[in-house]
Structure formats: structure tokens, C-alpha cells
């Protein structure tokens, strides 16, 4: 199975930082990764799919970017309502595999 | 706007078997481009995949549950389920069942998730 690993496991920001988390895979996956936002209690949010393309609905501000096996979330932008868990999710191939996650806190 | 919901019982005894059922509402689970599945978040965890079936009745399972793990669709219901045998207290966990999208060549997305449902797995 391909192993997923983020960093920082947790971070610490002010509203207006700008953000960046990272992801990087075992091996090669193309750029089959998707990013998800988890809010205490509540289901996972997608909020990009194939390292790059903004789901709908989701604040211009987040991005992300990478190939192969490194890839980039950034938040331009952090406002209030972005703290949470983050997790990467591979699903170039199964099984499908989470990163541990990346927990932003807002300051 | 798709929207899944998950039932099943919150508290199963060890060595019995947990099964869910998520349901599928405005939206048909019978397109071929809509693969069906679950995810489970242990207390204090992080995302776990248990497994996927799509169309036709296929079905992908974490290696580390195949041999406890089913997953099957129920078209006539609009409903897919999972069950998972044999549980032990570290199956405790909340459950959540999604849609994975084929978008097209080599594009997916796991976009649909329903709320979740906890799961105790004690006696």
C-alpha cells in the first residue's frame, strides 16, 4: 500500500498568513491526490481533487499543486473559519490511503 | 444535490457482527460512474478506508479488513451497506459512507460523504 505522510502534524497561524501543508507519497501517483478539511464533529469537506482542481463551492484562496510524490496545499489567505484537520487522500490506486492529517489552529 | 445518510446500530458486542446501511437520496446509485464506499475515523484518529464497490457489484477492501469486510449495493433500495465480522473494540469508530466520482480519464473524486454514525463495539 502507498503510505502518505503531511507536515507539519499541527500548526499555528494568524488570520491573513498564508498556509502551507505538505504531502508526500511512498511512491509515484500521478497527481491523484485530493485535500479535505475535517471539522471537529463533522464529516470531511473536499476541497480539491487531482492535486490541483478547486471543488465547487470552496474559497478561491485554497490551492494546491505537486506531482509524482509531493504536493503542496496553501491556504493565501487564512481567515477564521479555515481551522481544522486537513488529510490528503491518494487514490491513484487502492487501497486508498489518508494522510495522518494536519491540524491548523487559528491564533 | 446527492445526499447520503448512514443507519445501523450504535453499540455492537464483541465478536458480533456491525452492519450499516447508507442510503442514497436524490440521486440514483446505479450510474456507472459512481463508486460507493466507506471510511471509518477512530476516536481521536485520523481516516481510515474500509472499501468500494461500483458499478457491476465489484468491490476493492483495505487488505487490513478483507477478511472481515463486505460491501454490497442494494439498487432496488437505493442503498449499499457494509458489514464487518468478528468485531473487537478497536472497530470503535465513527463510520461514514461516500460516493467516489469518476470524472473522467484518471480523474476521481470522493466529493459526497454522509454525516457519519458512531459505532461502540462493546459487551
Known amino acids: 500500500a502507498i503510505q502518505m505522510t503531511q507536515s507539519p502534524s499541527s500548526l499555528s497561524a494568524s488570520v491573513g498568513d498564508r498556509v502551507t501543508i505538505t504531502c508526500r507519497a511512498s511512491q509515484g501517483i500521478r497527481n491523484d491526490l485530493g485535500w479535505y478539511q475535517q471539522k471537529p464533529g463533522k464529516a470531511p469537506k473536499l476541497l480539491i481533487y487531482a492535486t490541483s482542481i478547486l471543488q465547487s463551492g470552496v474559497p478561491s484562496r485554497f490551492s494546491g499543486s505537486g506531482s509524482g510524490t509531493d504536493f503542496t496545499l496553501t491556504i493565501s489567505s487564512l481567515q477564521p473559519e479555515d481551522f481544522g484537520t486537513y488529510y490528503c487522500l491518494q487514490d491513484y490506486n487502492y487501497p486508498l490511503t489518508f494522510g495522518p492529517g494536519t491540524k491548523v489552529d487559528i491564533k | 444535490q446527492l445526499q447520503l445518510q448512514e443507519s445501523g446500530p450504535g453499540l455492537v458486542k464483541p465478536s458480533e457482527t456491525l452492519s450499516l446501511t447508507c442510503t442514497v437520496s436524490?440521486?440514483?446509485?446505479?450510474?456507472?460512474?459512481?463508486?460507493w464506499g466507506w471510511i471509518r475515523q477512530s476516536p481521536g484518529k485520523g481516516l481510515e478506508w474500509i472499501g468500494t464497490v461500483f458499478h457491476g457489484g465489484g468491490t476493492y477492501y483495505n487488505p487490513s479488513l478483507t477478511s472481515r469486510v463486505t460491501v454490497s449495493v442494494d439498487t432496488s433500495k437505493n442503498q449499499f451497506s457494509l458489514k464487518l465480522t468478528s468485531v473487537t473494540a478497536a472497530d470503535t469508530a465513527v463510520y461514514y459512507c461516500?460516493?467516489?466520482?469518476?470524472?473522467?480519464?484518471?480523474?476521481?473524486?470522493?466529493?459526497?460523504w454522509g454525516q457519519g454514525t458512531t459505532v461502540t463495539v462493546s459487551s
Open positions: 436524490d440521486g440514483s446509485i446505479s450510474r456507472s460512474s459512481h463508486y
Open positions: 461516500t460516493r467516489r466520482l469518476r470524472a473522467g480519464d484518471n480523474l476521481y473524486l470522493m466529493d459526497v
